[in-house]
């Protein structure tokens, strides 16, 4: 018998909403364990070179400094072993070498922060500074380039009867999450717990385990709420090493927090690329060959990659691929994952190319790509899961209002303002990973459930709480989702949109074995009214277990855990992952629509309206789901128009390494018609709950609908991100 569904799929609040704008939610920094110090990092201030003396004796003869930690006295680190962390990464204060500009090169601890940042102003570095290489368009890639080929894209493309040679360019990105990176870590004997800004536990437990040289079960990581993240919290980054590091010198737990500006070199961003694209089709628009040359950059000393390269592989039946993905070594932190991480990226240039061809040929953008529809993942052979792209399309369209767009640009004008509509496809892939949840339901009918995951700011305690709600057959408000400790059952990185296919389906895997191991001590209860009754005949709902049918011949949890003198049921629900050989190939797909006006004397852009239309499967909470679409359409509109991090190459300084020069989207720059729609569907290929994961894929798409609707403005065709005044006068 189905299990009743009342919390899945309904708008609900934010299980931790009042703890969050109460602000009685405690993120890392705000740790303050007894005895606690404070950690400031001096920064280099050349971008390459070596470390020729460090003069402490200023900083150290200030009350209140315990110690100034460098290479020239850290403890050596254990070599590391095995594929985690990677052995190239940055180590803390292990040699004197200086790989980029702002790396740590010393740390100064004192009782008090202002003491701490104060004697880190006073700590004296010299160097010998030799000449940076950070402009990814004047230097050469590494000599092993990432390819892929089907067919002869050259050969096909001299025999196309279109042809378009088209070259993109994106500025690197930074993730500027509300919560800056922080950690507080504490040493007790062997044992070290870190208070850490991360959404993987795990993977900061198997980086600190590694980085000392001792056993996981002697690291703890605590991270029960995360204040954004956008990639940025996923890996574990050298600041956090040496605060363990300071921690366990000075013998006392040590809190150190990056400033806005330290988080440009600190923890990573969405790194440049430069996009050769060449197109080739037939009179009707239907592809036959494309070619990609991708440049990016990525650190001098670890190599980076994304999968940027999927969505020109994948997303439109081309019977002719050929591709290339060179790293550009730059004298710069290591790039990491951002939102959409290389899907976002790789979208740009397919879409604009798309929009390119439409135009050329004189076909509707969305016609366009109905006619190179494909059948199968041509990529590798696979059917799909599920794919309902036609149907964004066609939903998007009567959302979004398509038929009024007029295909010759710069025909639309209100005033000063033209008026452009573009639209874009976006897919991403559908991460699933091994995770687990405990179970624990209480005599007086609550429930407890825990995983070691994460919650960056989807919501991911409410959705749980929903999945675990509807399989015991209790009300929200009986069950408490716990998360973010390391000692709670293994879950894979909150990244990827993985975490709900996975927890998800762990919670849902433990809540039925639960509930099933409730109704089993029912039927064989002499004294229980279900005594004797089928089991499969059982439902729970409101707490009550019950015949479907006869909803008076029931009790309660309550009423069978005490007759029974039991103080609580456990189980422990798992998700196994992908079987390791699909069967078939597994996206979310996405149909973005954009209405701009651009202003014909400034060149200034302003999105006016926006739509969404998303194929991810079972939606579990639509409020949370809307509040990821429209975040994501912020963000996206931020990449198409704003965001552009600056860089000196003279030295490799971030010139706009603050939030008054770096631009991100405020009030003023968003419209408030910016609507999600969800393409009804499940996706049980995938996983056990139909889900397809939505945090990602929201985001792709959103830039080059952004600019194909300039283009449909203006005529002018921007192929740099992002698009400014400059680049339209």
């Known amino acids: 018998m189905s299990q009743p569904q009342a919390a899945v799929g309904a708008s609900v609040d934010r299980v931790d909403a009042r703890l969050r704008v109460t602000g009685r939610a405690k993120y890392a920094a705000d740790n303050s364990p007894d005895g606690v110090v404070h950690a400031v990092l001096v920064d280099s201030s050349v971008g390459r070179g070596r470390i020729t003396g460090i003069d402490a004796r200023a900083a150290l003869a200030q009350p209140g400094v315990l110690k100034v930690i460098s290479h020239l006295n850290a403890p050596k680190l254990a070599p590391l072993q095995g594929w985690w962390p990677p052995p190239d990464e940055l180590r803390a204060f292990q040699e004197d070498r200086v790989r980029f500009f702002g790396q740590p090169v010393a740390v100064v601890v004192a009782t008090t922060l202002e003491t701490a940042q104060h004697a880190a102003s006073l700590v004296k570095v010299s160097y010998d500074a030799q000449p940076v290489s950070t402009d990814i368009g004047a230097a050469d890639p590494a000599d092993d380039p990432e390819t892929y080929t089907r067919g002869d894209a050259d050969a096909a493309m001299k025999t196309a009867d279109v042809k378009l040679d088209l070259a993109y360019r994106m500025a690197r990105n930074h993730h500027n999450p509300m919560e800056t990176a922080g950690t507080v870590a504490h040493w007790d004997g062997d044992q070290l717990t870190l208070w850490e800004k991360t959404n993987w536990v795990g993977g900061a437990v198997m980086t600190m385990a590694a980085e000392f040289g001792m056993p996981a079960d002697k690291v703890r990581i605590i991270a029960p709420v995360v204040g954004g993240g956008f990639g940025s919290a996923g890996p574990t980054w050298v600041h956090t090493v040496i605060t363990a590091i300071a921690a366990r010198e000075v013998k006392r737990p040590v809190k150190l927090a990056l400033t806005r500006r330290q988080t440009y070199f600190g923890v990573g961003y969405r790194p440049a690329y430069e996009y050769g694209l060449r197109l080739g089709s037939d009179r009707r628009g239907r592809l036959t060959a494309s070619a990609h040359d991708v440049r990016a950059e990525t650190s001098s000393y670890q190599t980076f990659s994304e999968r940027v390269l999927v969505p020109g592989r994948m997303l439109y039946s081309t019977p002719n691929v050929r591709q290339v993905y060179e790293h550009v070594p730059l004298d710069v932190n290591t790039p990491t994952n951002m939102r959409g991480p290389g899907y976002a990226s790789g979208a740009y240039p397919v879409e604009s190319a798309m929009d390119e061809l439409a135009h050329e040929l004189g076909v509707d953008p969305i016609e366009l ?361």
Request: glycine share 12%; with cysteine.
């Open 369 to 729: 790509r109905l006619r190179n529809e494909p059948a199968a993942d041509e990529s590798n052979g696979l059917p799909f899961s599920t794919r309902r792209l036609r149907e964004c399309y066609r939903v998007g369209a009567h959302e979004f209002g398509w038929h009024r767009r007029n295909p010759e640009p710069r025909s639309t004008r209100e005033g000063d303002w033209l008026i452009g509509m573009g639209m874009a496809a976006g897919v991403y892939d559908t991460m699933r990973s091994q995770a687990q949840a405990s179970f624990r339901l209480d005599a007086d009918g609550t429930a407890l459930v825990q995983s070691a995951t994460s919650d960056m700011g989807p919501g991911t305690a409410t959705s749980m709480t929903q999945v675990a709600a509807d399989a015991l057959g209790l009300t929200m408000r009986q069950v408490t989702f716990r998360l973010g400790d390391s000692r709670m059952p293994p879950a894979p990185g909150h990244f990827g949109s993985q975490t709900m296919a996975s927890v998800g389906s762990a919670v849902q895997d433990g809540g039925d074995k639960l509930r099933k191991q409730a109704i089993n001590l029912a039927v064989k209860d002499e004294g229980s009214p279900l005594y004797g009754a089928d089991p499969a005949d059982i439902v729970v709902r409101g707490g009550r277990l019950y015949v479907k049918g006869n909803p008076a011949r029931g009790e309660t949890y309550q009423r069978l855990l005490a007759r029974n003198n039991l103080t609580h049921l456990e189980a422990v629900g798992s998700y196994a992952g992908p079987s390791g050989s699909e069967k078939f190939s597994y996206y979310a797909y996405a149909a973005t629509f954009a209405e701009v006006a651009v202003d014909a004397t400034l060149g200034l852009v302003r999105v006016r309206r926006m739509v969404g239309v998303y194929d991810a499967g079972r939606i579990i909470s639509p409020r949370l789901a809307d509040s990821q679409a429209i975040g994501a359409m912020v963000g996206g509109i931020g990449q198409a128009l704003l965001e552009h991090t600056v860089t000196d190459h003279r030295d490799g300084r971030i010139v706009n390494a603050n939030l008054a020069d770096y631009l991100v989207p405020v009030h003023a720059d968003i419209p408030a018609d910016l609507k999600a729609t969800y393409i009804d569907g499940q996706d049980y290929e995938a996983d056990p709950i139909g889900v397809k994961g939505l945090g990602e894929i929201v985001i792709v798409g959103v830039a080059p609908a952004v600019a194909n609707a300039v283009f449909n403005a203006t005529g002018r065709r921007i192929r740099e991100l992002p698009i400014t005044p400059e680049a339209l006068l």
